[in-house]
């Protein structure tokens, strides 16, 4: 097997017995990079020097047994080797998170040339466990969208099938995952946004309950509904990765002071006797016959292993989408006021006032569904239309949590198809904003909820991915993360790969 | 629910966003298909239901007082399109 196709847990048993380096393994999946991401172009950028450095040292560590003699004051590697629980991992950024020195472009122009000065705390805690950093991963703009095609530099593509989209926003992070272009990555679910290109690429995503993972540092799309979340060739690495990056911190006051339990731990408990709701909402038009096969199929699988399966409804599953699309560019119109050319990003030069400033500044900086958004938002929260939109969602709002509330008095999860379809076809949707917009119909309504939902491969439609939707409630990582293992290591879909073939650039 | 031409004008205003003459009748119609569908929420009756604004049940959270280290002058400025004296150069706001 070649060094780039290894999980994140099968090379950390093989770095533990030292049977390969860290240095080994970031070479092989960079030169995976070079191999295929012409093809995939996941990246926006990549940072090999920095990665190999950050290798090294953990080469360097993993030699010596222990931390101390290695010290570079921000990048310093702290404790002993089981404190270092990644250590060596070459992992993706998605590019909306704060890594320090590298640019930071949310896929827009108008951040452009931005370099954070300081790291997210996700890549904080992520650098203490020892990670090596490939790199920024391509997203629609703000993460705003549902295929990767509203970024402002290019699209990435579908390893599966280089003429689809790999889902989005997290397109990026979930398509070099998927190629072997990292082992790992960390992707942002506004609604759907992990969960849907994990999907469509064939690989894990977990969407974290609300507040399970800080978002200092990360760009601020809806500030009610963001939250980071991991992605990984198998459950077993989201769960690792998700360890590490879960947890309270001081600087988000949005970040929940619960222990984190132990993951990896509570993954091999089995399902027998575990209640499965399935919603008939999930089931509707607009579904794809192959995806709804493969779906039913997952479920009677969760059958076999002993699941309790019972259908159900979450009754206002169809007003997640509008309740959706005015609560999440409400927030954006408001998160995105800060683009305004004075103290970072874009700025138009030679404006005759301020105000002719930020106007040619936001003019020209964003791109179509980013000003989209803030116009939507701006209306619904604008004199005369915010009770009648603006409030008027977020009290549906209430209604969809009170669904799932319902549904988890009788169900400890409950599951459906990610997304309605496969991928699509790159261009096939940039013309119809609703009809894009649809793509994320099952991935709304638990996002507005604030409680935790994943995405695991349960088998292909016209030869591309179809994920599984097991949703939780608020904090149950542990129990839909188990259902995923259980499931998972009974498909085995993890088995195939995407072929893309290797360009060997002189 | 169709938006006129000066409505979506006024939002841009509002969001001190540029258009050109064509995004604005092209938000015009996709606004207004948009907000279309938005309507299917008024088949709900709400009257009684109390807003979500934030899913988490915390009000204010409070931390110590404390200095902490934070970022230097120069660090802060470090993207600034335009810096000057140590402070963000902004065009004149009054004349």
Redesign the interface.
């Given at each position: 097997m070649k060094l780039h196709e290894l999980t994140i847990h099968e090379s950390l048993d093989l770095l533990g017995r030292r049977q390969i380096s860290a240095v080994e393994l970031t070479e092989a999946v960079l030169d995976r990079i070079v191999a295929v991401d012409n093809q995939v172009k996941a990246y926006l950028s990549v940072t090999p020097e920095s990665a190999l450095e950050d290798a090294r040292k953990a080469d360097e560590i993993r030699a010596v047994g222990a931390v101390g003699a290695i010290d570079r004051s921000s990048r310093s590697f702290v404790g002993a080797i089981h404190e270092l629980p990644l250590l060596g991992i070459p992992v993706a950024i998605k590019d909306v998170i704060c890594l320090a020195g590298v640019p930071t472009t949310c896929g827009s122009k108008i951040l452009e040339p931005f370099v954070p000065p300081y790291d997210a705390t996700v890549i904080t805690r992520l650098r203490k466990a020892g990670v090596v950093f490939l790199g920024k991963t391509n997203t629609d703009e703000f993460a705003m969208g549902s295929s990767t095609e509203n970024s402002a530099f290019f699209t990435t593509h579908n390893p599966w099938d280089l003429a689809r989209v790999p889902g989005g926003s997290s397109g990026g992070s979930a398509a070099a995952v998927a190629a072997g272009e990292a082992l790992g990555a960390l992707g942002t679910d506004t609604g759907g946004s992990v969960r849907q290109p994990a999907s469509l690429c064939g690989v894990v995503g977990i969407r974290p309950t609300y507040g399970r993972v800080s978002r200092y540092g990360l760009v601020a799309f809806a500030s009610s509904l963001d939250q980071i979340g991991t992605l990984g060739k198998d459950v077993t690495d989201c769960a690792l990765l998700l360890q590490v990056i879960a947890g309270h911190d001081p600087c988000d006051s949005t970040s929940l002071d619960v222990p984190v339990p132990d993951y990896a731990r509570a993954l091999r408990a089995g399902i027998r006797g575990l209640r499965v709701g399935v919603p008939r909402e999930f089931f509707g038009a607009g579904v794809q016959p192959g995806v709804e096969a493969a779906v039913r199929q997952a479920i009677q699988t969760l059958v076999e292993l002993g699941a309790e399966i019972g259908e159900m409804s979450l009754p206002h599953t169809e007003y997640a989408l509008p309740t959706y699309y005015l609560i999440a560019p409400a927030e954006a119109s408001a998160n995105l006021a800060r683009y305004d050319g004075v103290r970072y990003g874009y700025s138009v030069p030679d404006s005759p006032d301020i105000w002719e400033s930020y106007r040619r500044t936001r003019q020209q900086g964003f791109g179509p569904e980013v000003k989209r958004r803030i116009m939507l938002g701006t209306y619904a929260l604008s004199a005369g239309y915010y009770d009648a939109y603006y409030l008027k969602a977020q009290r549906v709002r209430t209604l969809i949590r009170q669904d799932f509330d319902q549904a988890f008095r009788r169900f400890d999860v409950v599951v459906g198809p990610t997304s309605p379809t496969v991928a699509f076809r790159i261009g096939e949707k940039v013309s119809d904003p609703l009809q894009m917009y649809l793509a994320d119909v099952f991935t709304l309504a638990q996002s507005l909820a604030g409680i935790c939902s994943l995405s695991v491969p349960c088998g292909f439609s016209e030869g591309l991915p179809v994920g599984l939707q097991i949703s939780g409630p608020v904090l149950g990582e542990e129990t839909v993360l188990r259902v995923a293992y259980a499931y998972e290591q009974a498909a085995e879909w993890y088995r195939q790969k995407p072929s893309v073939k290797e360009e060997h650039l002189q | 629910m169709a938006?006129t031409h000066e409505?979506?004008e006024h939002?841009?205003d509002?969001?001190?966003?540029?258009?050109t003459e064509e995004?604005i009748e092209r938000?015009r119609e996709?606004?207004s298909?948009?907000?279309d569908?938005?309507a299917?929420?008024?088949r709900?009756d709400?009257a009684a239901?109390?807003?979500?604004?934030?899913?988490?049940p915390?009000r204010n959270?409070m931390?110590m007082d404390e200095a902490r280290p934070a970022?230097s002058q120069a660090?802060?400025l470090?993207?600034?399109?335009?810096a000057e004296g140590g402070y963000?150069q902004?065009?004149?706001?009054l004349e």
């Open positions: - | 938006l409505q979506v939002i841009a509002l969001a001190k966003l540029g258009l995004e938000f996709q606004l298909a948009i907000l569908y938005a299917m929420l008024n709900l709400t239901i109390p807003p979500t604004a934030s899913v988490l915390l959270v931390r970022l660090d802060a470090a993207n600034a399109p335009s963000f902004v065009k004149a706001v």
